[in-house]
């Protein structure tokens, strides 16, 4: 098995809205997947779909090798799943939550479960319903981690969390796997915090997988591009179908190149505006998604949606 | 099983006050319905126990409906956000856990309570049993229902709004009928669907039966997929199946097993008598009719009953033909009683004197009036008239034995008592005036719907041997609230006012002679002195029919009421 998650034409629709659109996509085993996607994107949806916490309308998914429409205890014994909006039994303490879940797990922990809870700092003495957001989140991860998951499932897990709490969930989630590394799909809207955490990427917007690659290959085909003509010259060539316009500002035109692959590229922007100071540089994943989102909210056509 | 038993560990852990506050009413109220009619009965002030018992007994049901949602809604088997959902927790586990901690609390613990009840009381260990069998049942039927509402709510409160959406459904249901029942009442027949057979519990033991099936089809489904639509789906399917095939059901394997007397059944031994002089024709209601029906009524009398014995009956269908003219009515009625050549007024009474070894029964309440028993039904709008119609009358009728037997003779006197098998009789006390003796007795019973014996109707008598004479006593139970409990809620809790299951209640019987109905009647002391206290049973055996005929019969049909002379006075036409 090469693939934790696999879905083909993944459908769901709740009445007259498509939440999720057709969504045919791979998840590696080992990597980190990151989902991302404006707020009502479909991620969630999506993801819930995965779990089986909701049935397809259309399409199939398998996760660890099993069709998500019969998911049992064996494959969640195997899969680590943390939602903001899971609810968890509030009348425990983060101890009777790990000592009832145990039972239903053969691979749990003991040790690896005791060094998480002080990595992370979790205090004991308090109902789960009486700790903080982040501290419950906290303890979320813990008990989805201490059995040594194939696959760790979470959707949006730093919302609302202090820098700190973050640091120590982004740390838990990278150092834990140690020899074993679990698979791990996270659906976020952050992407700064997705950005250190994954090796692949996939961007979701209006319930459609627009694309999903390797962060590395993304964020080196993805250029900002910046081009000063010469006083009292003008910029005539028109932009190709994969450069993003990102607007003209006096003698500057920028745009973002989305298929800035190979050493010709830049020879090839500088040879069709010739004598133009070109300055082409790297983009941070934040602004190749905000080039993106801005390409699909204006329904926009490009190569880089063909890719998919 | 070590799974189901750590699920339920910790719902008993997460829900241990309200657990044993429900397991204390579930003691309360029994140790109540055991403590008071004792004393009731030994003429304590029992009123302040009395209230305390009915507030607990609405307690313990409104803890009904509390217990059940919160065990099952601790999993909650709606939305997409319960943790639970995500883990490996094996939804059978999940389902033996919930459905084992709630049979134990919900189910076994009140019937540990009632057997212990029984026990106290000396029922019969087969008795027990088959009570213990019937409650099993009515509990399983209840909680079947709330465990449904349960898992197809999210909590609590949705809980609380889907058994109010039903009930207000299910009253608004009744009502519509009833409206529509009332609006056609002209049409509707006065009589009932089918003649009276031997009592039958076999439908409605079915009908539970299958109805606690479709709520467990229902459960599990929405354990095993957590799809409302597809589990409601598969419980409502389960549930007409349930309204359908006891009407099918072709073994009655729990009737009655109602015995024909050997003497009852040659041809010749009971006819019917009618006295022709009584004969009458009414549009009005109030003599089995019903508005828009003209009912011909006379007194009915059954001879050749042997003695012991006494009879009801029922009319299964009657013509009246004249000429090649025949009126006919299809009109069937629920046997009642009438009198034997052992009576001579009152049904029954002749047999009971004869029993009690006495020359005559002293009757409270006014002179009995003979007993009259429709003969004929035809609508108003049918009848021909106004002319006379002299015709001959055939009326089949179903003509139901009565077996009576003293059950126990009492001396009069505190600590008296009679035990036979599950009836428990003892008298505490008695008082006096000259015409009115009042015995407060401590009285209990008990019977399932497994017990394929007929069921007896108790009456009470005073009878004084040396006097020969006995006055029939009418007894008052001391339930004050629980009748009205019983009528909100069907097969209410604990005391449900069903003809089966244990009753323990603390009787005042009265046997009072009405001022002024026999000058010469006092309760003296030399009549106490000898008198006792005599319980006869009455069980309804088994039926015969027989054929009723009047040949010659000139009727004067009333015209419909509307169609009447102004002036007219009379309502009702002479043979």
């Known amino acids: 098995m090469t693939s934790a998650i696999e879905t083909e034409a993944l459908t769901r629709r709740f009445r007259r809205q498509l939440a999720v659109d057709g969504i045919t996509l791979e998840v590696p085993c080992g990597s980190v997947f990151a989902l991302i996607g404006p707020n009502g994107a479909g991620k969630t949806t999506f993801i819930k779909l995965l779990m089986n916490l909701i049935r397809p309308t259309r399409g199939i998914a398998r996760v660890l090798g099993t069709d998500t429409r019969r998911m049992g205890p064996a494959a969640f014994a195997r899969i680590g799943y943390v939602s903001e909006n899971q609810k968890l039994p509030g009348w425990m303490t983060t101890s009777e939550l790990l000592a009832y879940l145990r039972p239903f797990y053969p691979t749990w922990d003991d040790a690896l479960c005791r060094k998480v809870q002080r990595d992370l700092g979790l205090d004991d003495g308090k109902k789960l319903r009486?700790?903080?957001?982040?501290?419950?989140?906290?303890?979320?991860?813990?008990?989805?981690?201490?059995?040594?998951?194939?696959?760790?499932?979470?959707?949006?897990?730093?919302?609302?969390?202090?820098?700190?709490?973050?640091?120590?969930?982004?740390?838990g989630l990278l150092e834990l796997p140690g020899e074993q590394p679990w698979t791990v799909l996270v659906a976020s809207h952050d992407i700064d915090e997705v950005e250190r955490l994954a090796d692949w990427v996939g961007f979701v917007e209006g319930g459609r997988l627009l694309f999903a690659e390797p962060v590395a290959a993304l964020l080196a085909?993805?250029?900002?591009?910046?081009?000063?003509?010469?006083?009292?010259?003008?910029?005539?060539?028109?932009?190709?179908?994969?450069?993003?316009?990102?607007?003209?500002?006096?003698?500057?035109?920028?745009?973002?190149?989305?298929?800035?692959v190979g050493t010709d590229a830049a020879a090839q922007i500088q040879a069709l505006y010739a004598g133009a100071d070109v300055r082409i540089t790297p983009l941070p994943l934040r602004e190749v998604f905000v080039a993106l989102a801005r390409q699909a909210s204006a329904g926009r056509q490009s190569p880089a949606v063909e890719r998919i | 099983m070590k799974l189901v038993g750590h699920i339920m560990a910790a719902d008993v852990r997460r829900y241990w006050p309200a657990l044993a506050a429900w397991l204390l009413l579930v003691a309360v109220t029994a140790a109540q319905d055991g403590v008071h009619p004792r004393l009731v009965a030994e003429g304590g002030s029992a009123l302040a126990l009395g209230v305390f018992a009915e507030l607990s007994r609405l307690a313990k049901l409104l803890a009904a409906f509390l217990v059940v949602p919160l065990i099952v809604q601790t999993h909650t088997l709606v939305g997409t956000e319960a943790y639970w959902m995500t883990r490996p927790i094996p939804p059978r586990a999940l389902l033996a856990a919930k459905a084992l901690l709630i049979g134990l609390v919900m189910i076994a613990a009140p019937l540990l309570a009632e057997a212990a009840l029984m026990v106290a009381y000396g029922v019969p260990f087969r008795t027990l049993a088959g009570v213990t069998a019937e409650s099993a049942l009515w509990q399983s039927f209840r909680v079947g229902l709330l465990f449904s509402a349960a898992v197809l709510t999210r909590n609590l409160t949705g809980f609380a709004l889907l058994i109010g959406s039903a009930l207000v459904a299910g009253i608004a249901l009744v009502g519509t009928m009833l409206a529509f029942a009332l609006m056609g009442s002209d049409e509707v027949s006065p009589g009932i669907p089918r003649p009276v057979g031997p009592d039958d519990p076999t439908g409605l033991v079915m009908w539970t039966l299958l109805v606690i099936a479709a709520a467990a089809a229902l459960v599990v489904s929405q354990y095993r997929t957590r799809w409302r639509v597809r589990s409601v789906l598969i419980g409502a399917s389960a549930l007409a199946v349930a309204f359908v095939l006891p009407a099918l059901w072709p073994w009655p394997f729990l009737m009655d097993g109602v015995e024909l007397p050997s003497w009852a059944r040659a041809s010749a031994a009971l006819h019917l008598r009618a006295d022709r002089s009584s004969v009458r024709l009414s549009d009005e209601r109030g003599m089995g009719g019903r508005k828009g029906w003209q009912t011909l009524t006379a007194a009915l009398r059954v001879e050749g009953v042997q003695p012991g014995w006494s009879a009801n009956a029922g009319l299964l269908e009657s013509t009246i033909a004249r000429d090649g003219e025949r009126l006919a009515s299809d009109v069937i009625l629920h046997p009642q009683p009438i009198p034997t050549e052992w009576d001579d007024v009152r049904p029954g009474e002749g047999v009971a004197a004869a029993l009690l070894g006495v020359e005559r029964i002293i009757t409270p309440g006014p002179a009995a009036e003979q007993v009259r028993v429709p003969l004929f039904f035809a609508r108003t709008s049918e009848v021909p008239g106004p002319a006379p119609f002299i015709g001959t009358y055939r009326g089949r009728f179903q003509i139901q034995l009565v077996r009576h037997e003293v059950e126990a003779a009492l001396r009069l006197r505190s600590g008296a008592r009679h035990a036979a098998d599950s009836y428990r009789l003892r008298v505490a006390s008695v008082e006096r005036t000259r015409m009115r003796v009042v015995v407060t007795a401590l009285e209990s019973s008990a019977s399932s719907v497994f017990d394929r014996r007929p069921s007896a109707d108790t009456t009470f008598y005073l009878r004084s041997v040396d006097a020969r004479e006995a006055v029939l006593g009418y007894a008052s139970e001391d339930m004050q609230i629980s009748p009205l409990l019983a009528m909100l809620m069907p097969f209410g809790m604990g005391r449900d006012g069903s003809p089966t299951g244990f009753a323990a209640s603390g009787d005042a019987i009265e046997f009072a002679v009405p001022e002024g109905a026999d000058p010469s009647f006092a309760f003296t002391d030399g009549w106490i002195d000898g008198a006792d206290l005599v319980v006869v049973q009455a069980t309804r055996e088994g039926s015969v029919e027989r054929t009723l005929e009047v040949t010659d019969v000139p009727l004067v049909w009333q015209p419909p009421a509307d169609a009447a002379a102004p002036g007219s006075a009379a309502r009702s036409g002479e043979l």
Do not use: C
């Open chain 1, 130 to 171: 009486a700790l903080s957001r982040g501290t419950r989140m906290k303890a979320a991860l813990l008990a989805s981690l201490a059995y040594r998951p194939e696959l760790i499932v979470l959707d949006e897990p730093f919302t609302g969390l202090d820098p700190l709490v973050r640091e120590e969930l982004i740390t």
């Open chain 1, 221 to 260: 085909r993805f250029r900002l591009v910046e081009i000063v003509a010469d006083a009292g010259a003008a910029l005539t060539a028109p932009l190709r179908p994969s450069w993003l316009p990102l607007g003209t500002a006096g003698r500057t035109l920028r745009f973002v190149d989305t298929q800035h």
